[in-house]
């Protein structure tokens, strides 16, 4: 009976510390191109705290609709201002961590062979361009942008494709299925298939990774110990080693998110 007793103890301890584990962990929306910096970081962080990060890995778009819809999760983290803003507006995530630039490029193949120097040689006939889809990700919003800015819709008649991540946008850009397209410099960071031509910065719209403690979160204190790593110098410097240049000017937390409408957003949000 004793045995017996001592082996329903150590069955009840094991359960209880396993359940302990358990609660100690975060799953974290993270957008798919920052997949890099974020496993490095979550990969300190789990030393730090002896806690789990899980994650999910896609296009700002779909994690936005995927939080709004489940209202799970503890830390949100996107290559865009413009869709932090969204779900802060929508009561979804807290104050937000600006992280980096996120800034769109014009991208093509090594060797630029069809001579692409300006945004406005992507309307040339026969150029074909790849784009990220609108509704999925931040940087096919911001590219709609950058198009609509600079009355350059006409583009859009030479894209043969568009793309959920900026991944699958670099990876068709190597196979050759495109000329040209626009993302962000740190996608092609060290990638020595394509080149990456500058937008004039007149008329580029810059993006900043942004994140966010979720507001239903069970574990907010894990999840904001999180966020505050991945916002600090250590974290900046490990986004910096993936091409993310660590934003310097007032971080978004300062800047008013009080929106009343889609008039009232700054240009750099509205995409």
Request: proline share 6%.
């Given at each position: 009976m004793n045995l017996l007793k001592r082996a329903l103890t150590?069955?009840?301890?094991s359960l209880l510390s396993i359940t302990a584990f358990a609660a100690e962990s975060i799953f974290v929306y993270s957008g798919a191109g920052l997949k890099k910096p974020m496993e490095e970081i979550a990969t300190l962080f789990e030393k730090e705290h002896d806690a789990t990060v899980e994650f999910n890995f896609?296009?700002?778009?779909?994690?936005?609709a995927q939080l709004e819809t489940t209202r799970k999760g503890d830390a949100f983290i996107v290559g865009s201002d413009a869709t932090y803003l969204v779900a802060h507006k929508k009561g979804l995530v807290g104050d937000a961590y600006a992280i980096s630039h996120?800034?769109?490029a014009i991208v093509v193949l090594k060797g630029n062979p069809k001579g692409i120097e300006v945004l406005e040689d992507l309307a040339k006939p026969g150029m074909k361009i790849i784009l990220g889809d609108a509704k999925a990700n931040a940087i096919g919003k911001t590219a709609?942008?950058?198009l609509q800015k600079n009355q350059l819709e006409k583009i859009n008649e030479n894209v043969v494709s568009t793309a959920n991540t900026i991944n699958e946008m670099v990876m068709q850009m190597a196979l050759g299925n495109a000329d040209a397209t626009i993302a962000t410099v740190d996608a092609v960071f060290m990638n020595d298939n394509v080149e990456v031509i500058a937008i004039d910065p007149a008329k580029n719209i810059d993006q900043i990774v942004t994140g966010a403690v979720i507001t239903s979160s069970k574990q907010p204190q894990l999840a904001k110990a999180f966020m505050d790593l991945a916002a600090s110098n250590e974290g900046k410097a490990i986004f910096a080693k993936y091409g993310f240049a660590p934003v310097e000017e007032m971080p978004v937390e300062e800047i008013s998110v009080e929106i009343t409408s889609e008039a009232d957003q700054p240009e750099s949000t509205q995409n």
């Open positions: 150590v069955t009840l301890l896609a296009g700002s778009g779909q994690l936005l996120h800034t769109p709609q942008n950058i």
